[in-house]
């Protein structure tokens, strides 16, 4: 990974930008201070000129939301499959992610999960996570919808 942007923190701390995209705060030795990454992510999310998503419309919160989160979101890890599937519901197909942890072969049984994310069923979608759903299937070597 490239250094794109140090900022001083102060107390010899520094605010690391990964790649122009990710906040690691650091300690003097260069290890990871993980008490500082919530703090500098409501500093980030106070300091915003977007507005809340409460108070834009439900289109516009979706837009704000898919935006803002990909400057936080890693690299998705690989996986065996990824396959796309539609489900029936009332207003039409769903569309569901169905994904195999690596290292599972095509036709092995694998335990089951069914994630759903906490968007309220208004942000949020298939791509914003998509790296959890990754994540799930491999840590937890299972199926992932």
């Known amino acids: 990974m490239s250094l794109a942007?140090?900022?001083?923190?102060?107390?010899?701390r520094t605010l690391v930008?990964?790649?122009g995209r990710r906040i690691v705060p650091t300690q003097p030795d260069g290890t990871v201070d993980l008490n500082m990454i919530p703090s500098a992510l409501i500093e980030r999310a106070a300091a915003s000129p977007l507005p809340p998503y409460y108070e834009v419309p439900a289109p516009v919160a979706r837009r704000l939301y898919r935006d803002?989160?990909?400057?936080?979101?890693?690299?998705p890890p690989a996986v065996?499959?990824?396959q796309l599937l539609l489900a029936p519901g009332k207003a039409g197909p769903v569309p569901v992610r169905a994904y195999r942890p690596m290292g599972a072969a095509k036709d092995e049984v694998l335990p089951a999960l069914v994630y759903f994310h906490g968007g309220g069923w208004v942000i949020g979608d298939l791509d914003t996570h998509?790296?959890?759903?990754r994540t799930l299937a491999n840590g937890?070597?299972?199926a992932v919808f």
Request: one cysteine or more; aromatic letters at 0%; hydrophobic letters at 45%.
């Open 130 to 133: 998509d790296v959890v759903c």
């Open 140 to 142: 937890a070597r299972c």
């Open 68 to 75: 803002t989160r990909a400057v936080l979101t890693p690299d």
């Open 5 to 12: 942007n140090l900022r001083t923190l102060g107390a010899n």
């Open 80 to 82: 065996a499959s990824v």
């Open 17 to 19: 930008l990964i790649n």
